[in-house]
């Protein structure tokens, strides 16, 4: 088995998705499905979608575009299936008893081995964040007036957890007259409390090499690079010199990587080749070889700039860099692109 899929048979391959809140998550599980199912005629494909919030509505209107989208004869062999408590529904039609039992075992197995589960997103840093990225610039985009659904797809949530956060905001934000909103000055205030709360905002994974011979941060990398991994960028230090190479640092004490994990649960499986001899830590004083951070978002804001392998935003970036005393380089970066951006050059 070539291990692309989540469960994988001779007749049978299969995708496991947990909480997940954005529907092109869905649609790029079922293309990958449907690639592969192309060139074997004789195998059936499913995604299993588990504690979903995306509406069975809204799930049924994502399948008849698929059905109008991919060849029939591939359609005919795919199946969606939603499994929330012990109730499990399909399309195109619910799964047999025997198909059910497979499913409840392979959630059981997939649960046991997946890796961390995460405790509830803070929707206000969420959105913050996204509206941050969109004032200062990503992925060499101008900045955009974001209506309240738009912001509430990226980052995952409810029309009134955005309304909320905005209304925190609104010393720092502009609606327009198509009644979006955008950033009109940088938030010193909210980003400064941002820093400080860090480590409650942020959720966090230390890992540590007890072996006595850890691995150096760019042999990690070099190893990273050759997994192809779409759902992990490098933040930190290796990820701010990548955005900004005039950042005055020396030194890499330390691998930090972002994983996008919009669901309750976090695939951090990869860690196992990365390094086979890092393990967890919740020591804060113990020094960390590998520190994984978990963005929330829907939209993981990751760019490809690094060889081989993605960079996280640069708002990850920069609280990467406080976390570890890095403030006054992270503090320079910022303070420069805002120049760039009041000055019309950003």
Known sequence: MSGRFDYESVNLIGEVKYGLRAVPIIRSAILKLADALSSNKDQHGFLLLVDSYISKKRITEEWL????????????RLSVFLKQGERVQGWPE??????SAHLTKLVKDESANIGTRLPKAGYFSVIFKILLLNWLGHSSQKSEVMTMKRLGELAGCSYPTVALAIDRLRAYVQHSHSKGVQLRRFPSE??????LGA?????TQRLVDRSGQPRRPKYLLER??????????VGGVQGALAAYPDLNITGNPRLDLCIHAPGKIADVEFVKNLDPALEPTNN????AQVVLHFVR?????FERNLQGIQRASWVECMLDLHE???????DEWLNQWIREKESGNG
């Open 324 to 330: 570890m005393r890095l403030g006054a380089q992270a």
């Open 94 to 99: 619910d799964p047999d008893e025997e198909m």
């Open 224 to 233: 990273l690079a050759k997994m192809q991994l779409d759902y992990v960028a």
């Open 65 to 76: 575009l698929i059905q109008r989208t991919i060849n029939p004869v591939i359609t005919k």
């Open 284 to 287: 804060q004083l113990e020094p």
């Open 190 to 195: 909210e980003w400064h409390s941002m820093i």
């Open 297 to 301: 978002s829907d939209y993981s804001y």
């Open 199 to 203: 480590d409650r905002i942020r959720a």
